[in-house]
């Protein structure tokens, strides 16, 4: 059974999740010039993302065995090629995923 405890819990975590849906819209109205740093952290940010994220998920690669680092490059260029192609961050992660996976499991 769900006590006070719960509930305030759930509370916060919805106040939070409102407030940072919300803020951005009443800090920066549409009809008002946005700030040159957020400007630039707009186009720096999601480069920087994907960067960590590469970084992320190859940090644990293997070099010294060939199933410790061929799939993971693999995949990593059929990620780079389908995006080059087209440009479809959603078709570049499915497929670079799809191929890891088959790598992973039917190859390797």
């Not at 006590?3 to 008002?32: E, M, Q, S, W, Y």
């Not at 186009?43 to 060939?66: N, Q, R």
Request: net charge positive; hydrophobic share 55%.
């Amino acid at each position: 059974m769900p006590d006070t405890h719960d509930f305030i819990l759930i509370a916060v975590i919805a106040i939070g999740t409102a407030a940072t849906r919300f803020l951005p819209f009443l800090l920066f109205p549409a009809n008002k010039k946005r700030p040159r740093w957020l400007l630039r952290l707009s186009k720096v940010l999601p480069a920087a993302s994907i960067a960590m994220l590469v970084v992320y998920c190859l940090k644990d690669v293997h070099v010294t065995e060939l199933q410790g680092f061929l799939p993971e490059v693999i995949s990593l260029a059929v990620v780079a090629l389908l995006h080059l192609w087209k440009r479809q961050s959603l078709l570049s992660i499915g497929g670079g995923t799809i191929c890891y996976m088959l790598l992973v499991q039917q190859v390797f």
